[in-house]
Nanobody
Framework: VQLVESGGGLVQPGGSLRLSCVASGFTFSIYHMSWYRQAPGKERELVAGISSGGGLTNYADSVKGRFTIFRDNTKNTMYLQMNSLKPEDTAVYYC????????WGQGTQVTVSS
């Protein structure tokens, strides 16, 4: 199992980024997937989750209306579209495979700063 995130970077407040998580080594389309983030000195927290088929999603209150999680099962890829970014969104973002055994990616840094 491998999960590889990309798309992080430095962005100004109010800007946008799209994160990607490419999965391999398992049948991506049957697993619920999630995005988590961890800011310095804080615990890792759930940002958003998506069902195996993509029809059900859930979001942390702090990102509702600004972030969108979606997936393309034909490309074994999950995405997180992040709009109206705030400095408090600064964190390392991780994708996670949920289920019988949890798997994590290595993370991608998102920094929101002017």
């Amino acid at each position: 199992v491998q999960l590889v995130e990309s798309g992080g970077g430095l962005v100004q407040p109010g800007g946008s980024l799209r994160l990607s998580c490419v999965a391999s080594g398992f049948t991506f389309s049957i697993y619920h997937m999630s995005w988590y983030r961890q800011a310095p000195g804080k615990e890792r927290e759930l940002v958003a989750g998506i069902s195996s088929g993509g029809g059900l999603t859930n979001y942390a209150d702090s990102v509702k209306g600004r972030f969108t999680i979606f997936r393309d099962n034909t490309k074994n890829t999950m995405y997180l579209q992040m709009n109206s970014l705030k400095p408090e969104d600064t964190a390392v973002y991780y994708c996670k495979r949920e289920g019988d055994t949890d798997y994590w990616g290595q993370g991608t840094q998102v920094t929101v700063s002017s």
